[in-house]
């Protein structure tokens, strides 16, 4: 399907201003490692979630529930996915989620194929254009009985990609009554080359460590796969010998195009 704008006015939101002293993007980016771990409050109950992916992989998604001290049943359940190296218990989930517990939502953190720390329940790895994923979580959810007015998803950075796939392929499939993407690299291809910038080295040479460190703990990997992901410089070429070529990929500029 494709995405079509219904005709009604569009809010116009106000620029937005950085808080001090969190200003600039690399500021930004930092603030997670700089102050304290959220701690999630206003819940009555948490409890750990598993969905059986049905394309036959046997791989498992995982999640944690938090229902809201005054569960609303005519409310709809937010769902949080989290982006590249994420998890649950990534601080800006945690935030997140913190912020509409207390606004009176339940609150499911999402952690995708082959994320921690659920490695050892995948096969496969997760990517920027999985949207049948988030499509096999939500028609669970709804047949437990979990979600019975709807959803309001949000995704981050490399979850913020897979969340606009999904909508085009699969939103009119759900009741999905808003969705928020979050500073998505859209043009992955371009978020490529930006990473490998003199400017970015720290940052890059994080990401890949973590990315590289996640994807070899998954299980029934080749001795094949497992060199690919060791000898990977750059995102690039671990998007290029692992991902692309594991998810049908032709490699990674067919990736980031497709």
Known sequence: ???????????????????????????????AFLTPQPTISHFKSSSQLDF???DGSGDKLSGIINICEKENTQLPLIVLI?????????SYMCRTANYFL?????????????????????????HAGRGVDLNVVLNLLVERGMASNGFIVMGFSLGGNMLLKFLEEYGGDHAVHAAVSISAPIDLASTSERLLQPRNK???????????SG?????????????????????????DRFIAPQNGFLGAIDYYKR
């Open 1 to 31: 399907m494709s995405l079509k704008l219904r005709s009604r006015s569009i809010n116009k939101y106000p620029e937005f201003k950085p808080r001090v002293p969190w200003v600039g993007a690399d500021l930004q980016t930092l603030k």
């Open 52 to 54: 059986l992916m049905d």
């Open 82 to 90: 989290h982006g590249l190296t994420g998890c649950d218990d990534s």
């Open 102 to 126: 207390q606004s009176g939502y339940s609150v499911l953190r999402l952690n995708l194929r082959g994320a921690k720390p659920g490695q050892d329940l995948c096969r496969e790895h997760y």
């Open 202 to 212: 720290i940052y890059h040479k994080w990401l890949l460590h973590n990315m590289k």
């Open 215 to 239: 994807a070899l703990a998954l299980k029934d990997l080749s001795e094949k796969q497992k060199n690919s992901i060791r000898n990977a410089k750059t995102v690039f070429e671990f998007d």
